[in-house]
């Protein structure tokens, strides 16, 4: 089935430690993006992919590092400078990158401080 | 700059009831993109639908259906009939232009709860 795939669905992180959360799609898909999501809030755009080996901040990228080396797979990296990282992480994929197009999205990965 | 804001934090009715939940919008841009997505407590969203700004005709799906008022910049979605299943956070979204490029901003949701 194609889809969009996250992993982990729970993380937890200690102070000072780097984590990486997976996002692999197999729908063939050149855009690529991650949101984080706080209680009661909407999304915010992290980063965005719109092609392998390029990708842009969005609006909340500080403590954040991504990387694009192959279609399916765009992982988010939160650094230790991101010094509040709790929160709903969702990764999603849309055809083209112009905005035009619907974006679908995976299960998500709840990341939690200890 | 754009903004997309859902007044209604938190809506409960009955089952069977129909209720509608708002989506007020705003944006520069005159070739803009309305969607609306469920997120269940599951966490995964859901995508349910997608407007383009020419296109103002109302469209139903079943017991939903969206009506869409350039005039009053609103994207409203009733469901009609509601089920325990309907429970959920429904999110409304506007992609349009900010600067170079096209951006997808999202309301902060609408929290539904169906009761039995």
């Known amino acids: 089935d194609g889809g969009i795939t996250q992993s982990p669905k729970y993380l937890f992180r200690k102070e000072g430690q780097n984590v990486t959360l997976s996002c692999e799609q197999n729908?063939?898909?050149?855009?690529m993006y991650w949101y984080r999501q706080d209680p009661g809030q909407g999304l915010r755009l992290i980063y965005y992919?719109?092609?392998?080996?390029?990708?842009q901040k969005g609006d909340i990228a500080e403590g954040y590092s991504v990387s694009r080396e192959k279609k399916e797979s765009f992982p988010l990296t939160v650094t230790s400078a991101q010094k509040n990282p709790t929160a709903f992480y969702l990764c999603?994929?849309?055809?083209?990158?112009?905005?035009?197009?619907?974006?679908?999205f995976g299960p998500g990965t709840r990341l939690l401080v200890l | 700059a754009q903004k997309v804001t859902q007044a209604q934090t938190e809506i409960s009715v009955v089952e069977k009831e129909d209720v509608t939940l708002d989506c007020v919008y705003e944006?520069?841009?005159?070739?803009?993109?309305l969607f609306w997505y469920k997120q269940p407590p599951s966490g995964e969203l859901v995508f349910l639908i997608r407007?383009?700004?020419?296109?103002?005709q109302n469209e139903i799906s079943g017991r939903y259906s969206w009506n869409f008022q350039k005039s009053t910049s609103s994207f409203n979605f009733t469901i009609t009939a509601s089920q325990v299943v309907d429970s959920a956070v429904y999110f409304c979204?506007?992609?349009?232009?900010?600067?170079?490029?096209?951006?997808?901003?999202f309301g902060s949701g609408t929290q539904l709860t169906v009761l039995p």
């Open positions: 407007r383009n700004s020419f296109d103002e």
């Open positions: 999603a994929s849309s055809d083209t990158g112009t905005g035009k197009e619907t974006q679908y």
């Open positions: 992919s719109q092609i392998v080996n390029d990708f």
């Open positions: 979204a506007l992609s349009a232009r900010a600067g170079s490029a096209r951006q997808l901003t």
């Open positions: 944006t520069r841009d005159t070739t803009y993109y």
């Open positions: 729908l063939n898909h050149d855009a």
